[in-house]
């Protein structure tokens, strides 16, 4: 994939985590500041933390307008619209999920463009994939997202493997879109349908 | 500003970010070591941050004596003198004040130092101002002040923004002290004055 | 110490503190995969934060399918064995024990490896030691083990300090075995024995 592909997927998917951070922050009851400080945290979080395990100094999200200005933007269309999307958890997730699926994939060809093999590559997308919405998660006393029964973190997984073989063996880009869409629908059907894993024993 | 000068400004910062997180720890009714651990995080998590994000390995606070002291002394004074303290909030809003202006002027110094332009080194102030605290509120499960409806973010970001405009162009130094000083005057009013920012609709 | 060696206690270490985090997560009541994140992380919480720290991009547990596995076969022993472990709290704290008190050794000893003086490697190795605890305890909205009255993190440094020490001056590998057990010894008697600290005055 293009350079340009790649930087306006992350473009797309930091606006995107970026309105589920707002939106949590509008749940919250924060004032419009907090709302762009957990958008901010949101979209660019799992960014910063990839970059960091590749030692890509400074992460790239501080030296780029656009990466600042798309985070913004996504908390000003949350801020002037809320009261249309209204405080409920549903388009959190939908956005979440959405995220999930473009980071998985962008963060895995990151890695591989660094040299990375195969396997680092997979973890690195996976962990820009989740790194956000742990961070905003963590910091909004939320239950972790990837702690939900639902199947969260194996969709992304299965993204990132998928990705990170794609770009190692030079297949052609639309399969990046298959990989992608395969995490997207796997996490929306998991979630839509109430899928649930089994849970250890003794558990209520 | 000179080496000197900047690590003079480190040491005070750590100290006083140690005392906010000293205190915290006495709020939440933590022993002596747990008072420690906690002064030493908000002391020195800002500037290890700052360090992982520019690749400054290891961070400068596991090399030197001078900042892990810096940051148990804080912790002594409280543990010592907590009688007189007290429990109460508005201390550890007024010692954070004064180390998150001080750290905003000193982290966009040494990001424009380690070659940064305006913008990263910005960040990297913001970072190193907010960092702390984040990481004492997170652990202590306070509501993280960055989210407060005081604005908090942005004098932060206003004083990093001046600091590395002036390192940049390298005027006088004492224009690092207006930075700061901006910083510090703008949060202290929003705090004394009960200053609050525009909510979204919908929100309580 | 061989690297072989090093690498068994690491592998051994991230068992154990995995066994823990997947623990916490029956306890929590979450599924199969929320089991498996949370010992992955707990697991390599603490090696990647060093990793991250002394600039080894990127992190050993990235690149190492056995890293993985230990972690991953530590939940798969708690989610079929979970029935007779229960949902106590003491088996947490005892693994969670023993797994400080191999990581503030292999924690220190990485960073002489690298280059890093006594101070820097000592406090490496205490990050190591306490990093996946924290991460668990963050995530799951516990109170931190390390600010927990029974102390935690002076073993670990104590631990630690002898590591560091022993790996510098080349002295036998045996005393790596002592500054281990010490740690375990220490924290061990600090659980069983409710061994507490001072508080500060006014605290209840």
Not at 46 to 60: E, F, T, Y
Not at 104 to 119: H, K, S, Y
Not at 146 to 166: K, R
Request: overall charge neutral; hydrophobic content about 55%; aromatic content about 8%.
């Amino acid at each position: 994939m293009t350079q340009a592909a790649i930087s306006t997927l992350e473009h797309v998917g930091i606006f995107i985590f970026a309105m589920s951070g707002a939106l949590v922050a509008v749940r919250l009851g924060l004032d419009v500041f907090g709302i762009a400080v957990l958008a901010l945290i949101t979209g660019l979080g799992g960014g910063v933390a990839r970059d960091v395990l590749i030692g890509d100094n400074p992460p790239v999200a501080f030296e780029s307008w656009g990466y600042l200005l798309s985070a913004l933007a996504a908390a000003a269309v949350v801020f002037t619209s809320s009261g249309r999307i209204g405080r409920r958890e549903r388009p959190i997730l939908v956005l979440d999920a959405i995220g999930l699926s473009l980071f998985c994939v962008t963060g895995a060809i990151i890695g591989v463009d660094a040299g990375l093999g195969v396997l680092p590559s997979s973890l690195l997308g996976l962990v820009t994939a989740v790194g956000g919405g742990i961070m905003r998660d963590v910091l909004s006393n939320r239950v972790p997202i990837i702690f939900e029964g639902d199947l969260y973190a194996v969709p992304a997984l299965v993204g990132s493997v998928g990705a990170a073989v794609v770009a190692t063996q030079e297949w052609p880009s639309f399969l990046f879109v298959v990989a992608s869409g395969t995490c997207l629908a796997w996490r929306l059907a998991a979630m839509f349908r109430g899928w649930s894993a089994p849970r250890a024993r003794g558990t209520i």
